[in-house]
């Protein structure tokens, strides 16, 4: 059963890099079925897609975030990340990562959600 | 980008009552469509995908319907355990898009 656990610092300054990541268990992070994604929910609100990182090493961004984010994996720690630059108050959500399943277009298991806030 | 309305934002109902909830696409999306629920401090749990499809685990009380632009998910017979949000996402097209959620309260 694929697991994914989340870490990362809860707390970015303006104009930062928001970093975090999130370890797969119970499989391989290179598994030719296996794609990564990060949706982000802000307080109160709505989910927002982010982007996905595909097996084959390419990747996909919402287009509103896109100049400012990178996806990446690193396949000896079975773990993907997330960087998003130049944050501002309007970044701060929760942020959670995803397997994604291209077939279908849906996003399972999810991991348990980073409250980032971004705060002077 | 594709805009996905659920309707209604709120529904209050008992247990055991037959709960629907609608999402509608701005452009048609054949099936690709997925259902999420989400309770309060918790990730999304994927209930249903391709519109229809159960994933495994789900109870069976929950049923997806649905092409094209309009989708609805009913839970047939609510259960203390449903009381959550839940999201539609379209698969049809990038960027990917959710609903804004309809939150299932305890009547």
């Known amino acids: 059963q694929l697991q994914l656990q989340q870490s990362g610092p809860g707390l970015v300054k303006p104009s930062e890099t928001l970093s975090l990541t999130c370890t797969v268990s119970?499989?391989?992070?290179?598994?030719?079925?296996?794609?990564w994604g990060w949706i982000r929910q802000p307080p109160g609100e709505g989910l927002d897609w982010i982007g996905i990182f595909y097996n084959g090493g390419s990747t996909n961004y919402n287009p509103s975030l896109k100049s400012r984010v990178t996806i990446a994996v690193d396949t000896s720690k079975n773990q993907f990340s997330l960087k998003l630059r130049s944050v501002t108050a309007a970044d701060t959500a929760v942020y959670y990562c995803?397997?994604?399943?291209?077939?279908?277009?849906?996003?399972?298991?999810w991991g348990q959600g980073t409250l980032v806030t971004v705060s002077s | 980008d594709i805009q996905m309305a659920q309707s209604p934002s709120s529904v209050s109902a008992s247990v055991g009552d037959r709960v629907t909830i609608t999402c509608r696409a701005s452009?048609?999306?054949?099936?690709?469509l997925a259902w999420y629920q989400q309770k309060a401090g918790k990730a999304p749990k994927l209930l249903i995908y391709v519109a229809s499809i159960l994933q495994s685990g789900v109870p069976s009380r929950f049923s997806g319907s649905g092409s094209g632009t309009d989708f609805t998910l009913t839970i047939s017979s609510l259960q203390p355990e449903d009381f959550a949000t839940y999201y539609c996402q379209q698969a049809n097209s990038f960027p990917l898009t959710f609903g804004g959620g309809t939150k299932v309260e305890i009547k």
């Open positions: 452009q048609g999306i054949s099936t690709w």
């Open positions: 995803a397997q994604y399943d291209t077939s279908s277009g849906w996003f399972d298991p």
């Open positions: 119970g499989g391989s992070i290179t598994s030719t079925t296996n794609h």
